[in-house]
């Protein structure tokens, strides 16, 4: 991104290490600029703007917020199966549905209590979903439905 496109007050994917991360730039200095992360609140200060990969997509807070009126459900597509959707459709679901990034323990035990994928068994489904959210993550880059947000946890944007 180049510096006079980096806007204060919005929120961009920001690359902290090996990972990115979400964060909203608080101010401009001689510098760079200072960011908040959102998964921590802590401030940071980038120097360069090859650290700023893209604006965030809108995240979707669902929480315990009153359903739209009208609203359709989803019918089942090809990717789902009789017995239940995909490891990935349910981690996707779940993330939606709480609104904020979890790690994988917390995502599979979520999938395995609501039953929305039967076929997750064995004796590391957390591995089987954490493999599948950073394949996704890494093929599919900027149009991932999934973010990693910190060391082991991962979040969703909305569609």
């Not at 965030?56 to 990717?79: L, N, S, V, Y």
Request: with cysteine; net charge positive; proline share 3%.
């Amino acid at each position: 991104m180049q510096a006079k496109s980096i806007i204060t007050g919005s929120i961009y994917q920001i690359t902290v290490g090996r990972n990115e991360v979400q964060g909203e730039v608080i101010e401009a200095t001689e510098k760079g600029w200072n960011v908040r992360l959102l998964a921590s609140d802590k401030v940071i200060k980038v120097t360069s703007e090859s650290r700023f990969i893209r604006k965030a997509r809108t995240i979707a807070i669902t929480g315990d917020t009153p359903k739209a009126k009208g609203k359709k459900t989803k019918a089942i597509t090809p990717k789902q199966s009789k017995e239940g959707m995909s490891a990935l459709d349910a981690a996707h679901k779940v993330l939606l549905k709480i609104g904020t990034a979890l790690t994988v323990r917390q995502i599979t035990e979520m999938i395995q209590e609501k039953g929305y994928c039967p076929n997750l068994k064995g004796a590391t489904p957390h591995l089987t979903i954490s493999s599948a959210i950073q394949r996704e993550v890494k093929g599919k880059g900027s149009e991932s439905r999934f973010y990693k947000d910190g060391k082991g946890l991962f979040g969703a944007y909305s569609e």
